[in-house]
């Protein structure tokens, strides 16, 4: 109980957490206050925030908690058999899929189901195992694991990029519909010109990242999901800087569902192996 208030800053959304009522966390938690002699949490008009002695405890508490639903999984779990994730498109197809050949060697009688979510919001119908978020990694009631940084630099097609004249703004520019910075963005934070406004926009990165190997035009890509095409030279970087953002890819699970035993392998292998 004083884990899930700690994290989620409100005994009622604790009490929803773990399947009791507000009073019953409430009381629970002034007895090991008094069990402790110390006040843990200071009561506010909307929610709590955890006291000095409080945030000194937590993370001995998450530690604590964490081993033990290791050893427990370890020791008396089932292996994972049925895996579904959601996430973008593009995900899917640039980061997820790669990675599948070596997670279905590593768990060989593991069915994997995908499903593409477009908007935010949508993560809560999917219903899946793992969700691909995009942001901070701090989601209420979600365990994270970062997949990779969004660093996002001009690339473009050799074919297209010897006909620029020594000059790539002269190229049509790309564009990608949301949450990632655009041309504008980029340019303001490495302190460039910024080119001229983008001639084909698209709602996933996938199909830009298709229309810039065909030579379609310059695209603001994602360094992480672009490697392989880099690696092969069907695109260059141009000579301009990179942006980092302070956002970027993260893989999540609900914070009270990683009970089955190749968890961490899955996880592992999703972030990590090709």
């Known amino acids: ?15 929803i957490e773990l399947g009791l009522t507000q009073a019953a966390v409430s009381q629970r938690l002034r007895n090991l206050e008094g069990h402790l002699g110390v006040p843990l949490f200071t009561r506010l008009p909307r929610g709590v925030e955890l006291t000095v002695e409080g945030e000194a405890y937590a993370p001995h508490v998450r530690t604590a908690l964490a081993m033990l639903q290791r050893s427990t999984t370890d020791l008396f779990s089932a292996p994972k058999r049925q895996l579904s994730i959601a996430a973008s498109s593009s995900t899917i197809q640039l980061w997820i899929a790669p990675r599948l ?3 279905l060697e590593a768990v060989p009688d593991l069915q994997v189901s995908l499903t593409t979510v477009h908007r935010s919001p949508d993560f809560a119908g999917a219903g899946a195992d793992l969700e691909v978020r995009f942001g901070d990694g701090s989601w209420p009631g979600r365990t994270a694991r970062k997949l990779f940084d969004e660093v996002l630099m001009p690339v473009v097609a050799p074919r297209l990029h ?3 004249e020594d000059d790539w703004r002269r190229l049509p520019q790309i564009a990608v519909s949301g949450p990632r910075c655009g041309w504008l963005d980029w340019a303001a934070a490495v302190g460039v010109q910024p080119p001229r406004p983008p001639s084909v926009r698209f709602d996933t990165f996938a199909q830009a990242l298709e229309a810039a190997v065909s030579s379609v035009g310059v695209l603001l890509g994602s360094l992480a999901l672009m490697g392989q095409e880099l690696d092969a030279g069907r695109l260059i970087q141009l000579p301009e800087p990179s942006l980092r953002m302070d956002s970027g890819y993260w893989l999540t699970w609900s914070a009270s569902d990683a009970s089955y035993r190749n968890h961490s392998q899955i996880v592992d292998i999703l972030c990590n192996g090709t």
């Open 1 to 15: 109980m004083f884990d899930a208030a700690a994290r989620l800053g409100n005994f009622t959304a604790a009490a």
């Open 101 to 103: 050949p070596r997670l």
């Open 162 to 164: 010897r006909h620029a």
